[in-house]
């Protein structure tokens, strides 16, 4: 079965850092561009950062300096370092997988950030 599960998330205080990790099965992993996005409550879900197959990465301003996105092909995982922590931070964050014809979403991982 295709999918891809994040893990990683947690609640943490303001100025803290977590790393979530997003494990893809069943898909042809380097072939895809991978993202982070996040979604608070009320809000509209959002791109935080990005890194295409060739490694090129793109971050939203708001995590810029703070959050470092990485892959490694040979474990199918794409990683999110997210360091400095802020309350508007908190969101489920959602591991997604672009193949062009074929998009895939995680189920999310909710990261809470404490003030």
């Known amino acids: 079965q295709v999918q891809l599960v994040e893990s990683g998330g947690g609640l943490v205080q303001s100025g803290g850092s977590l790393r979530l990790s997003c494990v893809a099965s069943?898909?042809?992993?380097?072939?895809?561009?991978m993202g982070w996005y996040r979604q608070a409550p009320g809000k509209q879900r959002e791109l935080v950062a990005a890194?295409?197959?060739?490694?090129?990465?793109n971050y939203a301003n708001s995590v810029k300096g703070r959050f470092t996105i990485s892959r490694d092909n040979a474990k199918n995982t794409v990683y999110l370092q997210m360091n400095s922590l802020k309350p508007e931070d908190t969101a489920v964050y959602y591991c997604?997988?672009?193949?062009?014809?074929?998009?895939?979403w995680g189920q999310g991982t909710q990261v809470t950030v404490s003030s």
């Open positions: 997604n997988a672009d193949g062009g014809v074929r998009v895939l």
């Open positions: 069943k898909i042809i992993f380097s072939i895809y561009d």
């Open positions: 890194i295409t197959r060739s490694g090129s990465t």
